[in-house]
């Protein structure tokens, strides 16, 4: 106890999304890891690391993962499931990792302008690896993606709003909301309690990262445990009040669904989803096993239930036009189907012209897998294309 009073700023930086942290993993052995030493302007420190699946083609999309405190881009390579599902749907996967040169306990600096700010040190870093992955690979750069754990997850939220002209979607795992803190102090505050901010000001921590921009903004997935105690699950309902906000929609679910490990999904639109999962502490959501839905393995913050990052993928789409295997709804699509048109029918009509299916007596739109209802003449839905062969649900939006 005498030695972390002594430590000062590094006993504060203790509290900054663990309280229960293990011991830093070592840098990347793994042989499929490969680290890129150099990838252009560096001034957040941080290290590059990816994972390229066998005979990746030019024009594929780009994930960036971003590890929790404590851990290390070897943890997030190993555990999260990223790398075999690239391997399914033929994406570039990247690796940032910090250090505790940066900060005591390894945690990406999500709470301080120096560093979570367009142009500013670690969010400039993890733009250069985004450039470097789109020179190695010839990425398309329309389809560039992030997510990340615990304070990789509010720094996943920060580069959402300093570059929405990079990425075109999030995932936020037991993560914090954009620019809800500018201190350790204030970092504690925003892990542990309401800020009682409307979602209107919410969003305006967003939209000011980037004055004069308008649109397009990133898809967000947020995943949130009930019974995380690290990062309280209030942040859950702030994520969904601030993107929600941002993309101008109501708070209001437009479908709600059950998922595997106690989770309910909870849609806005095709903009943002909200995972919940029932009794989950802080960590990764991951679904050890050969099934379709499943991938990731279990470690230290990586907890078994559901596999995020699989659901994330799909809400992305990464799952559509991937040169691999297609584990989603079959994507039959009637012959005048047109990518952004809405289509207004009986949910018999839209499963019998391959806009959704039926499992069970129960209808499903295809690609985004929400829960429309009996399959039947009687009940009515809007379906909107927001990509070949993906469906989603948008009731009144069109």
């Given at each position: 106890m005498r030695k972390l009073v002594a430590a000062g700023l590094a006993a504060a930086a203790a509290v900054v999304l663990?309280?229960?942290?293990?011991?830093?993993?070592?840098?990347?052995?793994?042989?499929?890891?490969?680290?890129?030493?150099?990838?252009g302007a560096n001034p957040g420190n941080l290290a590059m690391?990816?994972?390229?699946?066998?005979?990746?083609?030019?024009?594929?999309?780009?994930?960036?993962?971003?590890?929790?405190?404590?851990?290390?881009?070897?943890?997030?390579?190993?555990?999260?499931g990223w790398p075999e599902l690239a391997d399914r749907w033929q994406f570039e996967v990247v690796f940032p990792q910090t250090s505790s040169a940066n900060n005591s306990l390894s945690c990406f600096t999500?709470?301080?302008?120096?560093?979570?700010?367009?142009?500013?040190?670690?969010?400039?870093?993890?733009?250069?690896?985004?450039?470097?992955?789109?020179?190695?690979?010839?990425?398309?750069?329309?389809?560039?993606?992030?997510?990340?754990?615990?304070?990789g997850g509010g720094m996943t939220a920060d580069l959402l709003a300093a570059y929405p002209d990079v990425f075109a979607g999030g995932g936020i795992n037991a993560g914090l909301p954009a620019q809800c803190a500018t201190s350790v102090t204030q970092a504690t505050s925003c892990q542990?309690?309401?800020?009682?901010?409307?979602?209107?000001?919410w969003a305006s921590r967003v939209t000011a990262q980037n004055p004069g921009y308008t649109g397009p903004w990133p898809r967000v997935a947020i995943w949130q445990g009930t019974g995380d105690y690290t990062v309280y699950p209030?942040?859950?309902?702030e994520l969904r009040d601030q993107w929600t906000a941002v993309h101008g929609i109501s708070q209001t679910p437009t479908s709600t669904q059950s998922l595997p490990g106690g989770t309910t999904l909870t849609s806005y639109g095709d903009q943002v989803q909200w995972y919940s999962v029932a009794g989950m502490g802080h960590g990764t959501a991951v679904d050890p096993g050969t099934g379709a839905t499943q991938c990731g393995s279990t470690a230290a913050y990586f907890l078994a239930g559901i596999c995020s990052s699989y659901y994330t993928a799909v809400f992305w789409g990464l799952d559509k036009d991937s040169g691999g295997t297609t584990t989603s709804a079959p994507p039959t699509t009637s012959?005048?189907?047109?990518?952004?048109?809405?289509?207004?029918?009986?949910?018999?009509?839209?499963?019998?012209?391959?806009?959704?299916h039926q499992t069970s007596g129960e209808v499903y739109a295809n690609g985004s897998g929400q829960d429309m209802g009996l399959w039947n003449v009687f009940v009515t839905h809007t379906l909107r294309e927001t990509s070949p062969a993906y469906w989603v649900i948008a009731d009144g939006q069109c």
């Open positions: 663990t309280a229960t942290a293990v011991a830093a993993s070592a840098d990347p052995p793994a042989a499929s890891l490969v680290q890129v030493p150099s990838f690391y990816t994972y390229t699946p066998a005979g990746l083609a030019p024009g594929r999309p780009v994930v960036v993962a971003l590890h929790g405190c404590t851990q290390s881009a070897a943890d997030y390579y190993a555990h999260s999500w709470f301080d302008p120096a560093d979570d700010t367009r142009g500013n040190g670690e969010a400039a870093s993890v733009k250069s690896m985004v450039d470097k992955a789109v020179a190695d690979h010839g990425s398309d750069r329309s389809r560039i993606y992030v997510t990340g754990l615990s304070a542990q309690n309401d800020q009682h901010l409307t979602p209107a000001q209030v942040n859950g309902t012959a005048t189907s047109v990518p952004g048109a809405c289509v207004t029918a009986s949910n018999y009509a839209h499963t019998q012209e391959g806009r959704a």
